[in-house]
């Protein structure tokens, strides 16, 4: 079925699309849901490599999903949304939320491992896939094989001699492509904005996290100004991009998305300069510039 075509079918899940963000989401272009996320995308996690030697990789994951679930909890009523929710959509909002708890873990293991670059990289790959089945002409495929060239280049061919490391890297980003699929029919599941449907999910992430990082996240719990800085971690990282995502997956066709997160990579690499003070080569400067043109010459499917 297109992903154009797919019809609401659990608006109690969602909050109704004129009022608060879903109005505002419809007056703000998708684009700029999508800019804010991919900003956001990677600003936090580069923080949270800061924080890994305090609390740990799996306590920092546990930390980031507990600020997103006790954040949406009040906002989304998670526990009356999976309640009310039909069969099919409630076995959406567990497959997504379990989705989110085992990709934000081995994107954090990854990290803890690889360069943010070259897990932005392999993150993109798995998308390629998605794009691929939503193409319509060949100048998005034209366009996706520049987007693809740029990508490429960014990895700068220096792939790590740690097998661990990858092995989280390509976990997360064949996760990533589950975020994708499964974010975009929680987004068109209901009315506009999903977002109430993303607190539910959020709420089953932090249950499946639960035991697994508590041990290692307790040290905040004793230190105020590390909690503070892992809270932060967890607003920029699993609040602001997730929501723009689910106000952007409402609009856009789940093909154009797919080709617009290769713009991920380009804000890896450019919050690492400003963060963690990795300075891109000539190739990577390159390998923005060919993304950049890749997603700046695709057309949207709803309009091929």
Known sequence: MDDQAQAPTAGSVLAPAGSGLGGLATRLPPHVWFGVSAVFHYLGPAFAVLLFPSVGVLGMAWLRIATAALIFAPLTRPLRSLARADPPTRLLLL?????LAVMNCS???????????????????????????????????IALAVAVTGTLLLIDVKWSSDPIGLFWAFLNGALFVGYIVLGHRVARSGAGDGIAGLG???????????????????????????????????????VIPYICDQLAMSRLPRSSFALMLSLL???ATLIGVIVLHQIPSLGDCLGIALVVAGVAFHKPASTD
Do not use: H, K, Q, W
Not at 95 to 99: I, L, P, Q, V
Not at 116 to 141: H, K, P
Not at 220 to 230: M, T, V, Y
């Open 95 to 99: 497959a997504f939320g379990a989705c």
């Open 200 to 238: 539910a999910a959020m709420a089953v992430a932090f249950i499946v996290v639960l035991p697994i990082g508590f041990t290692d996240a307790l040290p905040a719990f004793f230190s105020p100004p590390l909690l503070i800085a892992a809270i932060g971690v967890g607003i920029c990282s699993s």
């Open 107 to 141: 994107f954090y293991l990854a990290l803890d491992r690889l360069p943010i670059s070259l897990v932005a990289a392999i993150e993109f790959v798995g998308t390629i896939g998605v794009a691929l089945v939503g193409l319509r002409s060949a100048r998005n495929l």
């Open 265 to 267: 990579p380009v804000t």
